[in-house]
T-cell receptor, first 112, second 109 residues
Framework: KAGVTQTPRYLIKTRGQQVTLSCSPI?????VSWYQQTPGQGLQFLFE???????NKGNFPGRFSGRQFSNSRSEMNVSTLELGDSALYLC???????????FGPGTRLTVT | GIQVEQSPPDLILQEGANSTLRCNFS?????LQWFHQNPWGQLINLFY???GTKQNGRLSATTVATERYSLLYISSSQTTDSGVYFC???????????FGAGTRLFVKA
C-alpha cells in the first residue's frame, strides 16, 4: 500500500496570506489527524477528522481550519498567516479513531 | 490533560553501544506509540505498544501500563539510528494525541 502523502512538501508564504495543505491517507484509512511541529512547542495536535466530521480539535486559533472529503483525503487551511505559523505540518492517518497512526512526510511552511 | 515526559532529552552514543529511552505518562492510557523522526522530518513508526513487550530487530519496547511508563531499547546502535525518538499517547481530555518532547539521539561512528 502507498503511504500517507502530503502536498506540497515545501511552501513559502508572506504574512497575511492564506495557505491550503493537502493530505491523502493510506487506502482504507478513515481517520486523518493534523499536527504542527515547531522547535519551541514540539509536536502539537491540530485536529482530527473521521468520516468527514471533525472529532477533536487542539488549542489553536480559528485561523486554522480543516475538512475531510468523502474519499478520506483532508485539507487544512491557515488564513491570515503570521510569522509564528512557520512550522512543519504533519498529517497522520489511521484505520479508526484512537488507533495506530501513520505519518506523512510533512509540509514545511515558511512565513516571511 | 495527560502529561508525557521523556528521558533523557539528549543522548550521544558510540556506534555499537546499547541504550534505553524512557517515557512516563501521568494517566492511564489504552495505546502508546514510539516514533523515530529522521533528519528530514519523517516520523517513522517503531512500535504500537499499549502494554507488554515487542521486538523488531535491534529495537524492542516494553510498556508497563499499570506503572505508567514505557521503555525503548536500542541495541548495537548504528549511525542511522540518529534522530529524535518520540512517544505518543492519547489524551483522555479530548485531544487526540499528546507527544513527549522527545529524546535526541546522536550515534558517532
Amino acid at each position: 500500500k502507498a503511504g500517507v502523502t502530503q502536498t506540497p512538501r515545501y511552501l513559502i508564504k508572506t504574512r497575511g496570506q492564506q495557505v491550503t495543505l493537502s493530505c491523502s491517507p493510506i487506502s482504507g484509512h478513515r481517520s486523518v489527524s493534523w499536527y504542527q511541529q515547531t522547535p519551541g512547542q514540539g509536536l502539537q495536535f491540530l485536529f482530527e477528522y473521521f468520516s468527514e466530521t471533525q472529532r477533536n480539535k487542539g488549542n489553536f486559533p480559528g485561523r486554522f481550519s480543516g475538512r475531510q472529503f468523502s474519499n478520506s483525503r483532508s485539507e487544512m487551511n491557515v488564513s491570515t498567516l503570521e510569522l509564528g505559523d512557520s512550522a512543519l505540518y504533519l498529517c497522520a492517518s489511521s484505520p479508526a479513531l484512537n488507533y495506530e497512526q501513520y505519518f506523512g512526510p510533512g509540509t514545511r511552511l515558511t512565513v516571511t | 490533560g495527560i502529561q508525557v515526559e521523556q528521558s533523557p532529552p539528549d543522548l550521544i552514543l558510540q556506534e555499537g553501544a546499547n541504550s534505553t529511552l524512557r517515557c512516563n505518562f501521568s494517566d492511564s492510557v489504552n495505546n502508546l506509540q514510539w516514533f523515530h523522526q529522521n533528519p528530514w522530518g519523517q516520523l517513522i513508526n517503531l512500535f504500537y505498544i499499549p502494554s507488554g513487550t515487542k521486538q523488531n530487530g535491534r529495537l524492542s519496547a516494553t510498556t508497563v501500563a499499570t506503572e505508567r511508563y514505557s521503555l525503548l531499547y536500542i541495541s548495537s546502535s548504528q549511525t542511522t539510528d540518529s534522530g529524535v525518538y518520540f512517544c505518543a499517547v492519547p489524551n483522555t481530555g479530548g485531544f487526540k494525541t499528546i507527544f513527549g518532547a522527545g529524546t535526541r539521539l546522536f550515534v558517532k561512528a
